[in-house]
């Protein structure tokens, strides 16, 4: 799973006791796990903070939590802290984080990133666009947002409705609607104007 080295564990360990808190954690998660964007973050965990699904793990004088969707996208993870001139600085190294791990068993918002990065975004890029998932709401509405060449583009509700709308809602029926909360007002990049 997750690696902590020893001088990652003694950098974690000291700041967590500089925390007026008796039994605070850590926490460790991917954002937007298996797209371009993903982002591995490690947080406060005050006790109680921690999700139900977590992995617990115990470190020399510390507990680290493990987000459960996250930990396929934390393979081969190693956080590490390199002294330097300024102090130091803790790394994390997670070379899955962006890698697509899909399967039946996945979150629909990681399905819906997938399809977008994998199948819509390609497409989009000819144009110099591309979209992102901003939002899934609790009733399934995918909110969108264009950028690049698609921000004001006058085609946008051809290529929402006709293109994306259609290949999310046939691949993903759970989903109920895609809308798109872009300000398309702002056309400087604009392929079609």
Do not use: W
Not at 23 to 47: M, N, Q, S
Not at 98 to 121: C, F, G, H, T, V
């Amino acid at each position: 799973m997750i690696k902590i080295t020893e001088s990652g564990q003694k950098y974690l360990y000291d700041l967590l006791a500089k925390q007026d808190c008796e039994g605070i954690a850590i926490r460790v998660f991917v954002l937007d796990g298996g797209t371009p964007k993903a982002e591995t973050c490690i947080a406060f965990c005050r006790p109680g903070e921690e999700q139900e699904e977590d992995e617990a793990f115990e470190f020399e004088g510390f507990k680290a939590f493990v987000e459960a969707k996250s930990k396929l996208y934390l393979e081969e993870a190693v956080v590490d802290f390199a002294k330097d001139s300024m102090g130091g600085q803790l790394t994390i190294k997670a070379p899955n984080s962006r890698m697509p791990k899909i399967s039946a068993d996945s979150s629909l918002q990681d399905r819906i990133n997938y399809i977008l990065y994998n199948e819509i975004n390609p497409g989009l890029q000819s144009h110099g666009g591309h979209v992102t998932l901003e939002e899934l709401t609790e009733d399934n509405i995918a909110v969108l947002q264009f950028g690049g060449g698609c921000q004001g583009c006058g085609m946008v509700d051809v290529t929402l409705k006709d293109g994306i709308e259609k290949s999310l809602l046939e691949q993903l029926p759970e989903l109920t609607a895609v809308k798109d909360i872009t300000d398309h007002s702002i056309q400087e990049n604009a392929y079609y104007k």
